[in-house]
Nanobody, 120 residues
Framework: QVQLVESGGDLVQPGGSLRLSCAAS????????MGWYRQAPGKERELVAT???????TYADSVKGRFTISRDNAKNTVYLQMNSLKPEDTAVYYC??????????????WGKGTLVTVSS
């Protein structure tokens, strides 16, 4: 099993910045891709950004140029630096990780989420 624990969510004013962290722990062989998703009230969960073990990242169009995803493979931790935050970025942000739990089988895991509120 893999546990993902997010941190860093907070209330921030428009134009401000936040840095989210997500640490993976538990029993696994390795972590593959890691990413961040978000779900705003009344909306479906959507992809924000992903990063591979090698550091290749992808972003939703709505956050390109403002958010940066990174990871520390030694710490099994993924980060999301969020700059120029907008009210529409308000959501619960969830960490996702694909992990090999055996040498041949991988599964997706989710954190419980951390709330980001952008408001003046």
């Amino acid at each position: 099993q893999v546990q993902l624990v997010e941190s860093g969510g907070d209330l921030v004013q428009p134009g401000g910045s936040l840095r989210l962290s997500c640490a993976a722990s538990g029993s696994f062989f390795s972590i593959n891709a890691m990413g961040w998703y978000r779900q705003a009230p009344g909306k479906e969960r959507e992809l924000v950004a992903t990063v591979t073990t090698g550091g290749t990242s992808t972003y939703a169009d709505s956050v390109k140029g403002r958010f940066t995803i990174s990871r520390d493979n030694a710490k099994n931790t993924v980060y999301l630096q969020m700059n120029s935050l907008k009210p529409e970025d308000t959501a619960v942000y969830y960490c996702n990780a694909n992990a090999f739990i055996t040498r041949w089988r991988s599964l997706d895991y989710w954190g419980k989420g951390t709330l980001v509120t952008v408001s003046s």
